[in-house]
């Protein structure tokens, strides 16, 4: 892994694998608001997903929207966002003993609430707006297949309801055994299963819809414009110099939104923020698959992994598609070679296959035949970015002046960017301490300590507790109310 996390990240590349969310492009996916970009501006904002989207949102509600630049390197929402899985899901409970033993219990609590908070506030931003984005609020079930993970996750929950309150919205869990999770979700081979409150996003549509907003206030979007280099201005110690392909412009401030790419512009966080390709898969579902749809969207846990499901909703373009991703591991050496890359041009063929392949295996006997036109609609890549404590990073970079960041996202960033980029904008405007304070993660905060920090693998994610235990973190004692139970059957690969 020291390998694979020392690698400097590329630009983004050209001509990536073509994203299910993104056909057909919409009429921003290249725009430019001037023909030239401008000499000097306030503020740039370098990237367009949604963190980029909801810092200029946000930025631009709270000051002058005259000189707000932002700069992205292919079209509008090309990058993870654009790429990902469509789920709006916390999974809260699966970091949450991890969060206490490293954060302290307040802490946990914090994350665990931002986390929610943040998955109702994008979906209450798209109704308020009239953003149409495919967004559905519902139940997401977690399938468990391995004993360990079963017996940490009602562990987990227990300590959650215990810090949080029984009452607390982001302490609310329902367990199945392996019987009721077979006859509610059609998965056979459970131990069981957890079930909570998330939802479901075109992710794309919504940030083409908050920077619709952004535009109409003001911000000056230039697309196809990478930026290659960010140095200090001749014209003083707090001015900046944005370099890129089509020329150089001055900012007073610079705030890079570029998750997974961003050692390429600030090389501190090389080895800090390390990439990682994932890749997801737009299915037609089988001939014996409800046909109004899923009821709720799905993760399938075992020993060393995950995938992760969406059922497209009703009223959508597609509704009805199961968009499935995950399988990291599939590949050798458990994805070892997935980490470091930023090639979303490629796809690992074990890796793709998997995927492919998983919805079919887990629903087994309930799947049927596949569509006639073919199971796979679309299948694509997108390059994540993860962070040495495995918690995102978000503030000014140390020892500069107006030089900020929020990026890291830990493959969550449609449960951490949307409040996270209040949170960064409220920084920027001095008003930390009384802004942000109560419910904003100190674990999130940039800092010098975590520029020290090594790259030690995803955490967090949420490894198995045995191979937690082989690394010598302290055991978790599993409840007695909570016994182990024998090992579930994990659908078989094809």
Same mark, same amino acid.
């Given at each position: ?202 992710? %794309? ?102 995938? %992760? ?76 970015? %993860? ?108």
């Amino acid at each position: 892994m020291d390998e694979r996390a020392a690698i400097v990240p590329t630009l983004p590349r050209l001509n990536p694998t073509s994203s299910y969310w993104q056909g057909p492009p919409h009429r921003i996916s290249t725009h430019r608001t001037t023909s030239e970009l401008p000499e000097s501006v306030s503020t740039i904002i370098i990237g367009s997903g949604i963190t980029g989207a909801s810092i200029a949102y946000n930025v631009l509600d709270r000051s002058d929207a005259s000189s707000v630049l932002m700069v992205e390197a292919r079209s509008t929402c090309s990058g993870a966002t654009g790429r990902n899985g469509g789920h709006t899901k916390a999974a809260s409970y699966r970091a949450f003993l991890d969060n206490v033993r490293d954060q302290g219990e307040a802490e946990a609590a914090r994350i665990a609430r931002f986390e929610y908070r943040n998955i109702k506030a994008v979906h209450a931003f798209a109704r308020e707006h009239k953003i149409e984005c495919d967004s559905w609020e519902g139940d997401t079930v977690d399938i468990i297949y391995e004993v360990n993970q079963w017996n940490r996750a009602r562990q987990a929950v227990s300590e959650m309801r215990r810090i949080l309150g029984d009452e607390d919205v982001a302490a609310q869990y329902k367990f199945y055994d392996a019987s009721e999770t077979a006859e509610r979700f059609l998965t056979d081979g459970a131990l069981g299963s957890v079930s909570y409150e998330a939802g479901s996003i075109n992710a %794309y549509k919504f940030v083409i819809g908050v920077l619709g907003l952004a535009l109409t206030k003001g911000l000056n979007l230039q697309t196809e414009t990478p930026v290659l280099e960010i140095c200090r201005s001749s014209g003083g110690q707090s001015r900046w110099t944005v370099k890129t392909r089509r020329g150089s412009i001055e900012a007073q401030r610079v705030i890079m939104a570029t998750n997974g790419y961003t050692a390429y512009l600030y090389p501190p966080v090389k080895g800090i923020i390390v990439p990682l390709r994932g890749t997801v898969a737009a299915q037609r579902p089988g001939s014996k698959m409800p046909k109004e749809g899923l009821k709720t969207t799905y993760s399938f846990i075992y020993g060393n992994g995950y995938e %992760y499901m969406i059922s497209r909703p009703p009223g959508s373009r597609y509704a009805g598609d199961l968009i499935i991703g995950g399988c990291s591991t599939k590949a050798p050496e458990e994805g070892l070679y997935e980490w470091g890359t930023t090639d979303d041009t490629a796809m690992d063929p074990e890796i793709g296959q998997y995927v492919r392949d998983s919805a079919a295996n887990y629903f087994g006997s309930q799947w049927g035949e596949d569509n006639p036109d073919g199971r796979i609609r679309k299948q694509w890549t997108g390059i994540m970015g %993860y962070s040495s404590q495995g918690f995102p990073l978000v503030g000014k970079a140390p020892g500069e002046d107006n030089l900020w960041i929020a990026a890291s996202f830990q493959g969550s960033g449609m449960v951490l960017c949307f409040l996270t980029a209040k949170a960064l904008v409220t920084m920027m405007d001095g008003e930390d301490d009384e802004g942000i304070i109560d419910w904003f993660p100190r674990a999130f905060r940039m800092s010098e300590s975590r520029l020290k920090d090594k790259f030690r693998g995803r955490l967090h994610e949420k490894a198995p507790m045995d191979l937690e235990l082989k690394a010598g973190r302290e055991a978790q004692t599993v409840p007695e109310e909570f016994p182990i139970r024998s090992q579930g059957t994990m659908p078989p690969s094809t």
